[in-house]
């Protein structure tokens, strides 16, 4: 993943962090009533929504991406290891085969 990538999403989470701690600090220290400061919130909200929707949509959506790359490097060293240990097990089988059927000529002779 190249720092692009990775400063992207930390722009991303830190935003959104940043937007949840800014109107907690805000409900907390208003001195309003409460139907005013949730109508306040409320247009606070949609407007960061609208401001900053498309970051957030192109953060969340190389997230997705590094996942998916993620999970397919993943699976990939999942099938090499799985392929490892049948290729260790019909081996093994082989050598148990040879070894039977030398013991088998030997019996037979």
């Known amino acids: 993943m190249c720092n692009k990538d990775k400063s992207s999403i930390g722009f991303g989470i830190g935003l959104i962090l940043g937007m949840v701690g800014g109107i907690t600090a805000g409900v907390l220290f208003a001195p309003k009533s409460g139907e005013e400061m949730r109508d306040k919130v409320k247009g606070t909200v949609c407007e960061l929504a609208e401001k900053y929707s498309p970051e957030v949509k192109e953060a969340k959506k190389q997230a997705m991406e590094s996942i998916d790359l ?40």
Do not use: P
Request: cysteine-free; overall charge positive.
């Open 70 to 109: 993620l999970r397919y490097k993943l699976e990939k060293q999942y099938k090499k290891f799985s392929n490892m240990l049948k290729s260790k097990k019909m081996r093994k089988a082989k050598e148990l085969e040879s070894e039977s059927d030398f013991n088998f000529d030997r019996g037979e002779e």
